[in-house]
């Protein structure tokens, strides 16, 4: 009977030890599951204000871009102004490749009123540094005439300029400058 007793107590205290251990690990395992927790809303908050800092990034590098391009257009128009009084050739060259160079980093077609906001010049002088930088860059720079006489000017890449020498069709261009010498 002792015996039977003590292998009673025995496997109760191993019972008992079991459900220690389970509850202890349940209590690990949900201390675990909390941390757990934890750690994903810091960092789910972490990725938010990472996400708001590359669009702060993003916002400010476009705004640098723009800023560059203006510092550009204005140092072409403040070194041109200066130099007026030794000849208006060289203020219209100097205007024309600022142009040239504007147009190079950011291609595209522009008409005479973008580009006289632009430069900040009249429309009479901007008129006149688009057929300049079409003389001083004709492989890349392009003239075409729309609707109401409206002048646009466009800056071709190398690869476009190429494609372009091959295929016919300067005709357009050379009317576009006749006009345009004629309104000048």
Do not use: C, W
């Not at 349940?26 to 809303?41: G, N, T, W």
């Not at 000017?153 to 494609?163: H, M, N, T």
């Amino acid at each position: 009977m002792f015996e039977e007793l003590l292998e009673l107590y025995k496997t109760k205290a191993e019972e008992i030890e079991k459900e220690r251990k389970e509850a202890h690990g349940m209590f690990m395992l949900v201390s675990a599951i909390e941390k757990i927790s934890r750690e994903i809303d810091s960092k789910k908050s972490d990725v938010e204000l990472l996400g708001r800092l590359i669009d702060q990034v993003d916002r400010l590098s476009k705004e640098v871009a723009d800023l560059k391009s203006q510092l550009r257009t204005r140092q072409g128009r403040q070194a041109p102004v200066q130099e007026t009084s030794s000849g208006d050739g060289k203020a219209l060259d100097n205007h024309a490749r600022s142009l040239i160079d504007i147009m190079a980093e950011r291609p595209g077609r522009y008409t005479t009123s973008e580009l006289v906001d632009m430069l900040g010049l009249n429309k009479t002088t901007v008129i006149s540094v688009m057929k300049r930088a079409l003389e001083l860059d004709p492989k890349h720079v392009k003239m075409s005439q729309g609707t109401r006489r409206k002048l646009y000017l466009a800056y071709i890449s190398e690869d476009e300029a190429q494609i372009a020498e091959t295929t016919p069709g300067s005709g357009e261009s050379d009317r576009a400058k006749l006009e345009l010498m004629a309104m000048t």
